[in-house]
């Protein structure tokens, strides 16, 4: 995993949990976070390595064609005190950096985690939702 893994993991964790929360996050949810995180609209690669690397350590779950944090993660972000982003980011960070050591478990096949169409779709959505009239 190089330094760019690990921002591009960061950037998808955090859009997780800002898009969901406690809840379940939706691609469109995950999607519309990363935009608010970074500015930017995430990549499909970026999307589905991210997933894929967060699923693979059991970092996050899915649930139908959603995502959410596990209890283990959900309980770290819940002991940041107050809207610090700064906090955000470094507990996000550190769950990634001690993940790195954790064994992998077997998941579902890769083209199961993130569908290119609905990808697409969501993209397509939140444009269309944010477009300036």
């Given amino acids: 995993m190089t330094l760019n893994d690990e921002s591009q993991i960061a950037w998808v964790l955090m859009a997780v949990v800002f898009g969901g929360g406690e809840k379940q996050a939706s691609i469109e949810s995950i999607i519309s976070a990363a935009d608010y995180v970074n500015h930017a609209i995430i990549k499909y690669d970026e999307l589905f390595g991210g997933i894929h690397f967060l699923l693979q350590k059991e970092i996050i779950y899915r649930s139908g064609s959603n995502y959410k944090l596990s209890k283990r993660v959900l309980n770290r972000y819940k002991s940041i005190k107050g809207n610090n982003a700064a906090k955000y980011w470094k507990v996000t960070e550190e769950i ?14 890769l083209e199961e985690i993130v569908k290119k169409n609905a990808y697409q779709e969501a993209v397509n959505n939140y444009i269309e939702r944010n477009k300036v009239k």
């Avoid at 993940?99 to 478990?105: E, P, T, V």
Wanted: avoid cysteine; aromatic fraction near 0%.
């Fill in 96 to 109: 990634i950096i001690e993940s790195k050591d954790q064994q992998d478990i077997h998941i579902q096949p």
